[in-house]
């Protein structure tokens, strides 16, 4: 079957770093992507990886290991915006998104 | 502003009863999305689109019906709601139905059938 596993909730101090993990099964694979939600709006992107390695994107970095079927969403000097839930999803052999339930991130002062 | 438009924004809806859920998206993308969210699971797809004239169930398509009659339109119709289709409904769009093409999301409707 088709999995998408990602911590539930993960708690951070403003100005500090946070990783947030996913792991991933699916039938076949064409990318991995990171998206951000506040809470009560829609999804935004964030991120795409198809190739191992890290992709940075200002204070955002993604990493990619295929052969380990692992993501991991890297945040840099927190800021209170970045609270939100961070959702995993992997695009299947079909390019239809398999999501993860969402890593609610929380940042105290 | 280019983007997606949901409507309505929230519903109460009596169980049985029949309803539309309406999507307009304005920056000519092939492909479109319907997924329903709910507390604790990830997005689920209900049905899709990779281009006008074509429809395709998704994981959860069971008691919605869909219509892709012109590229920027994507209704998703409810036939007789029952309490479990309570949820965040999602459309979504994306250029095409392939690797490195990102979704864009609408605001999401907020259904609740009693």
């Known amino acids: 079957g088709q999995n998408i596993d990602q911590p539930t909730e993960m708690t951070a101090t403003e100005g500090a770093i946070v990783q947030i993990n996913c792991t991933y099964q699916?039938?076949?694979?064409?990318?991995l992507f990171w998206y951000q939600q506040h809470a009560g709006e829609a999804p935004t992107f964030l991120s795409y990886?198809?190739l191992d390695g890290l992709e940075e994107k200002g204070r955002f970095s993604s990493f990619l290991s295929r052969s380990k079927g692992y993501s991991y969403l890297l945040l840099k000097e927190l800021q209170m915006k970045d609270s939100a839930s961070y959702l995993c999803?992997?695009?299947?052999?079909?390019?239809?998104?398999?999501w993860g339930a969402g890593t609610k991130l929380i940042i105290k002062p | 502003i280019a983007g997606i438009t949901q409507a309505p924004t929230s519903q109460i809806l009596a169980a049985g009863r029949r309803m539309t859920l309406r999507c307009t998206q304005d920056?000519?993308?092939?492909?479109m999305y319907w997924y329903r969210q709910d507390l604790g699971l990830g997005l689920r797809l209900i049905h899709y689109?990779?281009?006008?004239?074509?429809?395709g169930k998704g994981e959860v398509p069971d008691g919605y019906s869909v219509s892709r009659a012109n590229t920027d339109d994507f209704p998703l119709t409810l036939a007789s709601a029952v309490p479990s289709q309570t949820s965040v409904y999602f459309c979504?769009?994306?250029?095409?139905?392939?690797?490195?093409?990102?979704?864009?999301f609408g605001p999401g409707t907020r259904l609740t059938v009693l």
């Open positions: 979504a769009s994306s250029a095409e139905t392939s690797a490195h093409n990102e979704q864009f």
């Open positions: 920056m000519r993308h092939n492909a």
């Open positions: 689109s990779n281009t006008a004239g074509t429809t």
């Open positions: 699916t039938s076949g694979f064409n990318g």
């Open positions: 990886n198809v």
């Open positions: 999803a992997a695009m299947d052999s079909n390019y239809q998104l398999i």
